[in-house]
Structure formats: structure tokens, C-alpha cells
């Protein structure tokens, strides 16, 4: 799978939109871009994702650039519960089915 | 709550040891993924089965072994346990055998310590 590249942290006031970006300049026609976030001392849990175009869910939004080297997460209204490592993975139809994590980057929420 | 079941929550050993985890996938899910979080290697991906076939392979040592049952339960056993096995093991589920679109659910995790 192509990789990703994340910045290693950011942070959020709560209540105010969170944009993160993810990198991903060597993607392929049919890798799929996958947000999956993991809350401290819980297993991941996936959050959103898409193929080409913008993709809205309770949880989030995706933002897809056009040429596709590059997308955001959005978090519309940060919580305090968003405060999590978010990993942004590329998943190849035509390849492994397995996930790879990076190493994402933490959002830390301030009250 | 995923609906993935992971016991025991924590487990504590010593090195030389031999150790099983135990999976239970959501229901109506044919696929069992097996994770590694340790401090220094971050998440990877161990094994993956599917409907009781091994299916992919990932980082997984030779002391390492992986099954799925009948009823779709996995176990993951961890032998010859060394300090560096100490980590987080997480199971994953999902519907089918390739779900590159679809989405994975984790379990709660086993911590597992190896003193």
C-alpha cells in the first residue's frame, strides 16, 4: 500500500473545527483513503472514508483533493472526546486487505 | 461498544511462556485480523483469517500462531514469550474476506506483559 504522511500532532480548542491533514502523493487509481482514530486505551475505530469525492458522516467529513495527493479530516466541532491518534491509511482494492498504520498524528483537545 | 470480544483484558507472564488470546468477531462477520501495538513499532498487522483459512500474513514471528474456529471465534497463541513480546494485542473483524472499502471493528484489546 502507497504511504501516507501525517504531521505528528496537533491541537484543537473545543467547540472549534479540527482540519487534519494527510498526505498521500504516491496513491493509486484504486487505493481507497481511510481515517480510522484510536481513543487512549481503546482499540481503533474507524471514522470515515472515501474514493474520489467528499464524503460527510456523523462523525466527520472527508475532504479529497482533486488530484488525490492529498486529503483532510475535518472534526466539525471538536470534543473533548475527540482527543485521539487519528491514522490516515490508503487501502488498495487489489491488495492486501490488512490495515497499515502509520504513525498519525495526536489531537489534543483543549477545554 | 464494536461488538468485537477480546479476553482476557490483561494478562501478565513470564519469558519462556506460553500464552493464548482469544477473539470473538461481531456477529456475521467471516473475517479475524490479529494486531501488534507495541511502544516502538506502533500498530501492525499480524494474520487475518477467513471462515477458518489463513488468509494473509503480516509481521507475524514463528513463535506466533493463529486459528479460527468453526464458530468463527480466533485464538492467537504467543510462545517462547520474550520482554519484547510486552504489547498490545488487538483482534479486528470484518464481513468478508476482502474489504479494502469496508470498514474494520477492533476489539477492546489484551494487554499483555511479559516480566
Known amino acids: 500500500d502507497a504511504k501516507t504522511t501525517q504531521p505528528n500532532s496537533m491541537e484543537s480548542n473545543e467547540e472549534e473545527p479540527v482540519h487534519l491533514p494527510c498526505n498521500h502523493s504516491?496513491?493509486?487509481?484504486?487505493?481507497?483513503i481511510h481515517w480510522y482514530r484510536q481513543l487512549p486505551s481503546q482499540g481503533p475505530e474507524y471514522v470515515i472514508h472515501g474514493l474520489t469525492s467528499n464524503v460527510n458522516n456523523r462523525m466527520a467529513s472527508l475532504a479529497i483533493a482533486e488530484d488525490r495527493k492529498s486529503s483532510t479530516l475535518i472534526l466539525h466541532r471538536a470534543t473533548l472526546r475527540d482527543a485521539a491518534v487519528y491514522y490516515c491509511?490508503?487501502?488498495?482494492?487489489?491488495?492486501?486487505?490488512?490495515?497499515?498504520f502509520g504513525t498519525g498524528t495526536r489531537l489534543t483537545v483543549i477545554p | 461498544d464494536s461488538g468485537v470480544t477480546q479476553t482476557p483484558k490483561h494478562l501478565i507472564t513470564a519469558t519462556g511462556q506460553r500464552v493464548t488470546l482469544r477473539c470473538s468477531p461481531r456477529s456475521g462477520d467471516l473475517s479475524v485480523y490479529w494486531y501488534q501495538q507495541s511502544l516502538d513499532q506502533g500498530l501492525q498487522f499480524l494474520i487475518q483469517y477467513y471462515n477458518g483459512e489463513e488468509r494473509a500474513k503480516g509481521n507475524i514471528l514463528e513463535r506466533f500462531s493463529a486459528q479460527q474456529f468453526p464458530d468463527l471465534h480466533s485464538e492467537l497463541n504467543l510462545s517462547s514469550l520474550e520482554l519484547g513480546d510486552s504489547a498490545l494485542y488487538f483482534c479486528a473483524s470484518s464481513p468478508r474476506w476482502r474489504d479494502s472499502y469496508n470498514e474494520q471493528f477492533f476489539g477492546p484489546g489484551t494487554r499483555l506483559t511479559v516480566l
Open positions: 504516491t496513491i493509486s487509481g484504486t487505493d481507497y
Open positions: 491509511i490508503l487501502r488498495d482494492v487489489l491488495g492486501a486487505n490488512n490495515l497499515f
